[in-house]
Every structure is written in C-alpha cells, then in structure tokens.
C-alpha cells in the first residue's frame, strides 16, 4: 500500500487501471452496492476495485471477487466484456482533482447473500433487474454502460 500523499499524487497524474464486477443471479438481476466513498459516493455501483502494481490480472480478479462479494471465483469463468473509461471531477480524498479509471469489464453468475456482503465499500446492496438499473437517477452512469453494449 503506498503512502496517501503518494497516491493521491498517483491518482492526480495518471489513470488508475481496475476491474469491475457485473454480478447476474441465476434470475438474471444486477448485484449493485449503494458506494460509501469517493467518486461515485451515494450511487449503486457494481462491486470491484483497483489493480494493483506486479499483480497478474488473474490474481486481481480472485482477490476483488473475495474481497468484494466474499465469494470465490477464477477470472475464466467471467465474460469479458472489454474496456471502458471512467472520469470523475472528484477522487477520494478532499482535495481538488479528478479520477481517471481504466477499468476492464468481467460478467459473472453468482447466488449471493446480500446480508454476508462486506459494508466497507459499500453501504447497502440489491439486485437490479437491467431495466430497473437502466431507469434509476440513483445508479450511476458508468454502471449503467455496462448495459448499452450487452
């Protein structure tokens, strides 16, 4: 973990690379988390999270999946659904720059107890149907692309 005055200078000066988390039921709804922090604070969100420094995307996946759903799960049993970017005028901390992610997009199939889901990230979680999802003020957009393209 670096230093917080050397991430936010990382975070001020160049993209972020991360994996997002497109978590389908076996009805077919949206696993989203209602965010707790910065950017996207106070909107669903798909779960996921930053790639770190020297780590192989497999390992990434395994550890967000375990981090994030309290699950376990291997990067080949998810749907690439390719890359997007994310912009946002604000970042995690209080100061005044934006946040740029790269952020690969994986679908998934899990059957999960939205009570065992951890609350650091997120405050409260749901399943969406994708017209629901699409439909709400308070999902936002960067999720909501996740759909355009399916």
Same mark, same amino acid.
């Given at each position: 973990? /670096?230093?917080?005055t050397t991430?936010?200078? &990382?975070? +001020?000066?160049?993209?972020?690379? #991360?994996?997002?988390?497109?978590? @389908? ?7 989203l988390g ?22 192989? /995307? ?6 967000? &999946?375990? +981090?994030?759903?309290?699950?376990? #799960?291997?990067?080949?049993?998810? @749907? ?17 720059f934006s ?52």
């Amino acid at each position: 973990m /670096l230093p917080i005055t050397t991430f936010k200078t &990382v975070v +001020a000066s160049t993209p972020l690379i #991360s994996i997002d988390l497109i978590v @389908r039921n076996n009805q077919k709804q949206v696993l989203l988390g209602l965010r707790n922090n910065q950017p996207a604070q106070g909107y669903w969100f798909v779960p996921g999270g930053r790639v770190r420094k020297d780590e192989r /995307l497999e390992n990434a996946f395994r550890r967000l &999946v375990s +981090a994030e759903l309290g699950s376990e #799960s291997e990067i080949n049993n998810a @749907r690439f659904l390719g890359p997007y970017q994310h912009f946002y005028t604000d970042n995690f901390s209080d100061e005044d720059f934006s946040t740029h992610y790269v952020v690969l997009g994986y679908e998934l199939t899990l059957n999960i107890n939205l009570n065992d889901l951890p609350s650091d990230q997120h405050q409260d979680y749901r399943w969406f149907t994708v017209d629901e999802l699409l439909a709400s003020d308070q999902v936002h957009q960067h999720t909501k692309d996740y759909f355009f393209e399916l």
